[in-house]
């Protein structure tokens, strides 16, 4: 038996890169209700945080053991990906918080404050303007709530 067949797989690097993904999931989970979302944030850094120690094992074995690990390219490889998860997921932790808080919008449920726009047509529309009964119709008819609909974009 060759001796490049004797050496085994340095599986270190993988498991880091399946850490780093996990931790990058763990933040879709964030727009989902699910029990201790407060602490989904904490999580997902952690996971990231040990992905990036993993990581670091792996590289370091592949090329201090190489007589003993194959894979030392592939090893890199899987430590450069690794990286772009992670730092993409640790900077996002703290970049989202360095955004400002938004202290003065509605809150779910409070009455939005008056505004007109143009609808589908061109024509100016104001919110005020929704809760007025139609033509003909008695006010009792008149609609009790408006559901508001925000578009990116052109109509």
Not at 27 to 40: E, I
Not at 54 to 64: D, E, H, N
């Amino acid at each position: 038996m060759t001796e490049a067949a004797k050496l085994r797989w340095n599986t270190v690097p993988m498991w880091a890169l399946l850490l780093a993904i996990v931790a990058l999931l763990t933040n879709v989970a964030f727009f989902v209700s699910v029990p201790l979302q407060s602490a989904l944030s904490w999580v997902s850094l952690t996971l990231a945080v040990v992905a990036l120690i993993v990581m670091v094992t792996g590289v370091r074995r592949a090329i201090v053991q190489s007589q003993v690990y194959r894979g030392k390219v592939l090893s890199i490889v899987l430590a450069v990906v690794t990286l772009t998860v992670a730092g993409l997921n640790i900077s996002g932790f703290f970049g989202a918080r360095a955004l400002p808080g938004a202290a003065s919008s509605p809150q779910v449920g409070q009455q939005a404050p008056d505004f007109t726009v143009r609808d589908s047509s061109g024509l100016p529309t104001s919110l005020d303007s929704l809760f007025v009964p139609a033509p003909g119709a008695p006010a009792s008819d008149a609609p009790k709530a408006v559901l508001l609909i925000f578009y990116r974009g052109y109509w």
